[in-house]
């Protein structure tokens, strides 16, 4: 179902975790609307994949292997991440709650089409030396250079258009958020032992391909029987 079809009834005016403006959210509970868990779970998917090679995760292997610290880092990485990604959905939000639904159809798929093309490059890193640990100790440098790191990203520009996609934008920051943590919490745990047994392009591949049938999706299912 593609946000804000006819068929599901409308919300009282509101911004907020759960959704955007009444006359272009629909309602979680409507059998016809798309349902929390179905965002979180193609987010977690999405990010997941998308996430591999990505400079954020390179950045999460310089700051292991700088640090040495997992705990830390991987507190670091989820407060940036869940941060980021709250402003990233309420944009996507923004523009579920103003833009009409038949422009918001198409620039859903077309987002999709670009971040598919998108994540076929490899990405780099600007400077592989993490800035050094200050007073805030590894987690702060964590949460400044990942958030820093994180803006403009593909998997930040993915976030705006699955918050665009789906109502519930507490189940899309979660979910995007628990697939950074899946892509992340490996790489700093376990170091180069882990990102050297990834093929990186076929994950690049795969999540162009995804990224790609989820713009197809988005088109085809508003012409659908019921959706």
């Known amino acids: 179902t593609l946000p804000g079809k006819a068929v599901c009834p409308p919300r009282r005016p509101r911004l907020s975790l759960a959704g955007a403006d009444a006359s272009a959210v629909p309602s979680h509970d409507h059998p016809a609307c798309p349902v929390p868990m179905e965002a979180f779970l193609v987010s977690t998917g999405v990010v997941a ?20 610290k997992p705990l830390p880092i991987i507190a670091g990485i989820l407060v940036a991440t869940l941060a980021n990604h709250a402003l990233a959905g309420f944009l996507g939000n923004l523009f579920r709650a103003f833009v009409p639904t038949e422009v918001l159809t198409w620039l859903v798929a077309l987002s999709f089409f670009a971040v598919a093309v998108w994540a076929l490059r490899p990405d780099t890193l600007d400077d592989d030396e993490p800035p050094p640990a200050t007073r805030w100790g590894v987690f702060g440098v964590t949460v400044v250079a990942f958030f820093l790191a994180e803006m403009g990203d593909k998997t930040q520009v993915a976030t705006v258009v699955l918050a665009a996609r789906f109502p519930s934008l507490l189940a899309v920051v979660l979910g995007t958020t628990l697939g950074m943590l899946l892509a992340n919490v490996p790489v700093v745990l376990i170091g180069k032992a882990a990102s050297a047994k990834i093929p990186f392009k076929a994950v690049r591949i795969a999540a162009a391909l995804l990224f790609a049938a989820l713009g197809v999706y988005a088109l085809v299912a508003q012409e659908l029987p019921g959706t």
């Not at 994949?49 to 040495?68: P, S, Y």
């Open 49 to 68: 994949l998308g996430e591999i090679g990505d400079k954020t995760q390179l950045l999460a292997l310089v700051l292991a292997a700088r640090f040495q």
